[in-house]
């Protein structure tokens, strides 16, 4: 059985806790204990060496009162300098082997990621929305990449610095200590406020950005549907509700961050102003002398430039961490939902299957209404459906759960005498290949691209793909025909090569069915007549399904099924449907007098 029922799994990727979170970083560290050790005595030496010239000063103070030999005031001062250089230095290195540690465990992070996201099932990635999955891999990777190389190294530091400079103030005098000291409860109440409240806050802003993802996504994947069906205020809608959303988050989290830094300068305040009127008592009462009561408030002083990097970087520190929790979760997600097994059919050998829907019905995860209802279809081996209806309807989920991603509530799909949920997702591609507008061409070699689909296909085959799909002209043009790079930094290839790229895949597949979802809707009208000749070639000899964004291509096929609020309500051939008089009629009416 597939690993992904999405009547019960969750409708988001997991997210990590914080602590989880924390311990998977750990567990990373302890793989580079070198670096990491480095990175940690480093960062302390650089903050014990900045705070060292605050205390010499004290001593220089003490040594004017007590008029001692310029020699010793000038051995004083060359310790001070060398500590200033010393500390510069180990500061900088310990900068850079902060973000060389960060920029390791980003890479593993990312990787495991990304495999991650490459190991789940189709349906999985279908379900929680495309829009999450790239918001994590893509805008999650960059904000954490742009906290390790900021905000990340400026709190590490800094929290040190803090550390150490206290521990300082204490080695003056232990009563300097406390007064100093006492500002804490006030920048712990401060955080104890700021903190909880903060992190829900911004994971709210990276599901809301992940949720305008989703609609933009949607809305430029299935343009060509939306300008067909003159849906595109009902689009632009969502977009802008979506991106409303985050600009409030946006201005809120300002809000709430203004906030915060009011309560860091009042613990500031506190705190400068108990080691000035505690230094003033022990200066009088002569229980401390004139260097360390000099000295404190300069230490305490020197407090405030750590805090406030850490109080000025926390905004970017909490994004991190935001994003370093969805990752996380994206890592740990339940292995029962990764890939598995093994194609062990041998369709080919078969030759086209049918495809049987019965009463199928599919809802998606926290919503009350089934996207499809009590669906009844069939296409003979070998034959061809084509779905219609306006966005919403129900298509793409129909093709979906026909490429077997997904399983419905009731009802069952079935190739030939294979029942779908019978099988993991291996043996669901194995018998059918799915082809949606979201082609990609991979960097590498134009070989190397096409044998994604046939690792074995010989140069021969590769080129017979090509001539199938009417490919082979342009790449007999390419400078090193299929061994031209292709993809990033290798040729251009506009939309039209594209999806004929993609219709050569498909060939070289061997699946008994196909199911096309809009595949061709990215090349434009001026290729549009030439690759659905090509869509026609690459499914000869195999069952086809195809959600058509065009009408023309809908009359190509044996027969049309037009889908409304997920009920089949008309089915036959187009001239059948045109002749009855209903939904696809009007369709076609206004298709013809838009075109």
Not at 270 to 281: D, K, P, Q, S, T
Request: aromatic content about 6%.
């Amino acid at each position: 059985m597939k690993g992904t029922d999405p009547g019960v799994a969750s409708a988001t990727l997991r997210t990590a806790s914080g602590r989880e979170a924390t311990r998977w970083v750990a567990a990373h560290c302890r793989q580079i204990p070198w670096l990491t050790a480095a990175t940690a005595l480093t960062t302390v030496a650089g903050a014990a060496l900045q705070v060292l010239p605050l205390l010499l000063l004290g001593r220089v103070v003490d040594g004017v009162v007590a008029e001692e030999s310029r020699s010793v005031l000038v051995t004083v001062g060359g310790l001070m300098v060398a500590a200033a250089l010393l500390g510069a230095a180990a500061t900088a290195l310990s900068t850079y082997l902060i973000g060389r540690l960060g920029a390791d465990l980003l890479a593993r992070l990312r990787e495991g990621a990304v495999r991650a996201v490459l190991g789940m099932p189709s349906a999985r990635v279908e379900q929680v929305g495309r829009g999450d999955v790239l918001s994590r891999v893509g805008d999650d990777v960059a904000i954490l990449s742009k906290g390790i190389r900021t905000a990340v190294p400026t709190v590490f530091s800094a929290g040190v610095l803090v550390t150490i400079a206290t521990v300082g103030m204490f080695g003056l005098d232990w009563r300097l200590g406390l007064a100093g000291a006492a500002a804490l409860p006030a920048y712990a109440l401060a955080l104890r406020w700021y903190l909880p409240r903060s992190t829900p806050l911004y994971r709210q802003q990276r599901m809301a950005q992940a949720d305008r993802a989703q609609a933009l996504i949607s809305g430029l994947n299935g343009i060509d549907t939306v300008r067909a069906y003159r849906l595109e205020d009902a689009v632009r809608e969502e977009v802008t509700r979506a991106s409303w959303r985050v600009r409030d988050l946006g201005v809120e989290v300002f809000r709430f961050f203004g906030r915060f830094v009011g309560r860091e300068n009042r613990a500031e305040f506190i705190g400068l102003v108990l080691i000035v009127v505690v230094g003033y008592a022990l200066l009088e009462a002569d229980a401390a002398s004139l260097g360390e009561v000099s000295a404190a408030p300069l230490v305490f002083h020197r407090l405030f430039t750590p805090l406030g990097a850490i109080m000025f970087t926390f905004d970017e520190a909490q994004k991190s961490g935001a994003s370093l929790t969805r990752l996380v979760g994206v890592v740990k997600e339940p292995a029962a939902d990764r890939l598995v097994g093994h194609a062990s059919l041998a369709p080919a050998d078969a030759g086209p299957q049918p495809v049987t829907v019965r009463g199928l019905t599919f809802r998606y995860p926290d919503t009350e209404q089934p996207v499809l209802r009590e669906v009844d279809l069939t296409i003979p081996a070998g034959g061809s459906l084509a779905l219609v209806g306006a966005t919403g309807a129900g298509k793409s989920t129909l093709a979906a759960l026909v490429a077997g991603i997904g399983t419905p509530q009731r009802g069952s799909v079935r190739v030939g005498p294979y029942d779908l949920a019978e099988l993991d997702e291996a043996g669901a591609r194995a018998l059918v290949s799915i082809l949606t507008q979201e082609t990609h061409v991979f960097s590498g070699t134009l070989a190397d691209d096409l044998r994604l689909a046939a690792p074995e296909a010989s140069e021969a085959r590769l080129l017979a793909a090509l001539r199938t799909v009417g490919a082979d002209g342009w790449v007999d043009l390419l400078p090193d025909g299929l061994h031209t790079l292709v993809g990033e930094g290798g040729a251009r290839l506009d939309g039209t090569k594209v999806a004929q790229l993609a219709l050569a895949k498909l060939t070289l597949n061997d699946s008994p069915v196909v199911v096309l979802d809009e595949s061709t809707a990215e090349a434009g009208s001026e290729g549009a007549a030439g690759l659905e000749r090509a869509v026609r070639a690459a499914c000869v000899g195999r069952t086809a399904l195809f959600v058509a964004h065009r009408l023309t291509q809908a009359m190509a096929a044996d027969r049309i099924a037009v889908l409304d609020a997920g009920r089949v309500v008309e089915e036959g051939t187009h001239d059948e449907l045109v002749a009855l008089g209903g939904q696809y009629a009007r369709l076609w009416r206004a298709w013809r007098e838009g075109g």
